[in-house]
């Protein structure tokens, strides 16, 4: 029997990105990314530069949906929720992010009178420093360090460890959690994570694909222009691996393994599903469309996680989970 292949070296889609990519963001972007020839700078560079105005996660109702799904509320964020649920009348804690960006996560966390310390790590240099810099205008506590989490050695354990949109980027996770995570969680601590948990570098599948692709032919032609208010979305397309390694070559290397991983090295307390299937492809690059608070935005959306939704319950596909787990002791 023929074994189907995976991965496609090439896509058309590649074509298209790097064009769009020449044209919204120049040249220099280009040799930029050419020029970064180690793990890390790739990596690193990736992130300098992705701030992206039009990336499904901007979208406000998204996040109320996100937020629905975690707390059973759109306006309570999960954070709230872990620590009224899980660390109320806890005071004295500390916690780890790991891949924290900007610090948006850790910032709502230090909100709480829960947490003494709260440390940050990132591999890229310019979201630290906007996390530095707004964790000092907000006088919160925040420690943040911009290195590589795998070379760093701790002489204290967490009482919260917290992976947002960043356990996905770890190659072979089980040995990720067993061998740098588990050993510095504390044995009543917990870990919590927002996390993308669909195909290995990107590489939707073939329903997946025609399913976002009818729904994006339905939508109406104003809610599928680019950036550049010029530009139509036509068509979604799996990326290539060549594309990926050279982007971001941390990108989803072993995220389809993901939940099991968790699951194989900590028990449950909880897990939910947050979809991400149909609407991460669906809106990425054209989300800046989606941002108007009038009716016809509102029951776009409600058309595209009502189909999400149906999606995955009749193909078991989904792409991203909210979880919290403790050591199995």
């Given amino acids: 029997m023929a074994i189907k292949k995976k991965y496609d070296l090439i896509s058309k889609g590649d074509f298209l990105d790097l064009y769009y990519k020449v044209k ?25 530069w992705s701030s992206s105005p039009s990336d499904f996660w901007v979208i406000p109702q998204i996040k109320e949906d996100w937020n629905l799904k975690v707390s059973g509320s759109p306006f309570v964020l999960y954070e709230e929720y872990v620590c009224s649920k899980y660390l109320k009348d ?33 591999l890229s240099s310019v979201s630290i420093n906007k996390a530095k810099q707004k964790a000092d205008e907000n006088r919160m506590n925040i420690e943040y360090h911009c290195q590589d989490f795998l070379k760093m050695k701790w002489d204290t354990k967490f009482k919260v460890i917290l992976f947002d949109s960043s356990l996905h980027h770890f190659d ?13 969680l504390c044995d009543d601590g917990i870990v919590v994570v927002f996390e993308y948990c669909g195909p290995n570098r990107l590489a939707w599948n073939k329903a997946q694909l025609q399913e976002t692709n009818r729904l994006l032919n339905l939508l109406p032609q104003k809610f599928k222009f680019l950036i550049d208010g010029k530009t139509i979305k036509r068509k979604n397309y799996k990326p290539g691996l060549l594309r990926m390694l050279i982007v971001d070559p941390s990108e989803a290397p072993d995220s389809e393994n993901l939940v099991k991983a968790l699951q194989n090295n900590f028990k449950i307390i909880e897990e939910k ?7 991460h492809l669906l ?15 509102k029951e776009l959306l409600d058309f595209v996680l009502k189909n999400e939704k149906e999606y995955i319950e009749k193909t078991n596909d989904n792409n991203a989970i909210f979880g919290v787990y403790r050591k199995a002791i």
């Fill in 172 to 184: 072979n996770i089980d040995l990720f959690l067993k061998k740098y995570i588990s050993p510095i």
């Fill in 24 to 48: 919204f963001k120049g040249i220099k972007f280009i040799i930029l990314k050419l020029s970064k020839l180690s793990y890390q700078n790739r990596v690193s560079s990736k992130w300098d």
């Fill in 90 to 122: 806890k005071v004295g804690l500390n916690m780890l992010s790991i891949g924290c960006g900007e610090g948006i996560h850790e910032r709502n966390f230090s909100t709480f009178a829960n947490f003494d310390k709260i440390t940050g790590v990132d």
């Fill in 273 to 279: 599903q947050l979809g991400w299937t149909i609407s």
């Fill in 283 to 297: 809106l990425k690059s054209i989300a800046h469309n989606f941002l108007n608070d009038d009716r016809e935005t």
